[in-house]
């Protein structure tokens, strides 16, 4: 059911008053405008949350860009959290996991055909995407968990919910793991509720509705995950396992909420055996050691299954055994809206990129100084077509 993964500490009430009082007095700095947040003569699209980890951001990013990337030049900024350097950073067919970090390198291994970058300074970030020479053709930025990063406004605001930690029951840190009151859902333009269950019932999704307590202007959508075929981390890979019945699963995550997919994955399997590490975690000599002994201690016929963030950083550690890499596998997924809402999504993300893109409004004003000029409107520059 929903919330079902929250955990309160009582004992911690008296911090999240005091934190939350740090974050009080911050959003009003910058709702009175005494802290400037800035705009960009280009769409821009956050998408983030008020939890700590686990929200989806990752796949519903990906989603954005699959929907986009033909019809404008895709940037995706972010903060690169854990890599290994400092300021800004731009992907390249050369860059490496721990130079951008985990996120940021999973979808520079799927898309080529976008600007990947990396920066803590979002406005310092967006800055350079539009003035550099390589990166100056973007005609939009999406923001990667940049829900709290109030220094820049985006145009469009989307904020992820986690089914099973819905934030109306949630607490704030260190109690819980709201990282802003749940009032901060007012600065949404889109909530999405993420990981529903598939079988969800009219019902719940109506008293979801009223639970949230949207103002009229936003709109909220629901997101369920779909599991693609495994693929094998590295080549000498065995034969693909059938992913409606699987031997033995070793069960490998660094993520922040492993409980979704070893929820969804203990339906397929034989048994399944756990190994977590804490989210974004760089595995070490030991790690390694202690996966090879997990798998050697397995009943077979035995497969270990892994997520596309936490392949990032297991290809490129040494030391797996020969086992290990003949039987270790990835489990992409993605999202698919409920509800028959999809294409209502769409349009609307659509919509506003069309209207807001930069070479039209470039255009619109080259168009003006042309018709002021010569009172002919000349030839008119190339826009982005959708």
């Not at 940037?75 to 050369?94: C, D, I, Q």
């Not at 497969?303 to 990835?330: F, H, M, P, Q, W």
């Not at 609307?348 to 893109?357: A, F, G, L, M, T």
């Amino acid at each position: 059911m929903e919330g079902d993964f929250i955990k309160i500490n009582p004992w911690l009430l008296p911090l999240s008053w005091i934190y939350g009082l740090g974050v009080w007095i911050r959003n009003l700095l910058f709702d009175t405008g005494m802290i400037k947040s800035r705009t960009f003569d280009v769409p821009v699209i956050s998408v983030g949350n008020i939890t700590v980890g686990g929200s989806g951001k990752t796949p519903h990013v990906e989603y954005l860009i699959r929907l986009l990337h033909d019809k404008t030049k895709v940037a995706v900024l972010s903060r690169g959290y854990k890599r290994k350097s400092k300021g800004y950073r731009l992907a390249g067919p050369n860059t490496t996991m721990k130079e951008i970090g985990d996120e940021p390198y999973q979808m520079l291994q799927k898309f080529k055909d976008i600007h990947i970058a990396v920066n803590a300074n979002r406005c310092k970030g967006i800055e350079t995407l539009m003035q550099s020479p390589e990166t100056k053709d973007t005609g939009l930025v999406l923001l990667d968990d940049a829900y709290q990063h109030r220094y820049v406004k985006p145009g469009l605001n989307i904020l992820l919910v986690d089914y099973h930690r819905l934030i109306i029951y949630d607490k704030l840190l260190p109690a819980g793991r709201l990282r802003e009151p749940k009032e901060g859902k007012n600065r949404a333009d889109i909530v999405i509720i993420t990981k529903c269950p598939k079988n969800l019932k009219p019902m719940s999704f109506r008293v979801l509705r009223r639970a949230m307590a949207l103002y009229p202007w936003q709109q909220l959508y629901f997101t369920t995950i779909e599991h693609e075929d495994l693929v094998p981390l590295f080549p000498e890979g065995n034969e693909t396992p059938d992913c409606n019945n699987m031997p033995n699963v070793l069960l490998l995550t660094g993520i922040a909420s492993p409980e979704q997919i070893m929820n969804d994955i203990k339906a397929h399997c034989k048994s399944i055996t756990p190994m977590t590490f804490a989210d974004h975690h760089l595995f070490t000599p030991s790690d390694i050691e202690a996966i090879n002994m997990a798998y050697k201690m397995m009943p077979k016929p035995a497969v270990i299954i892994t997520t596309e963030k936490d392949a990032t950083r297991l290809e490129c550690v040494n030391g797996l055994s020969e086992e290990v890499r003949k039987n270790i596998y990835v489990q992409p997924i993605k999202v698919s809206f409920m509800l028959d809402e999809e294409e209502k999504f769409n349009n609307n993300i659509i919509d506003y990129v069309r209207k807001n893109q930069r070479d039209r409004r470039m255009a619109e004003s080259a168009n003006d100084n042309n018709t002021a000029d010569s009172g002919s409107s000349g030839d008119r520059p190339r826009t982005i077509c959708f």
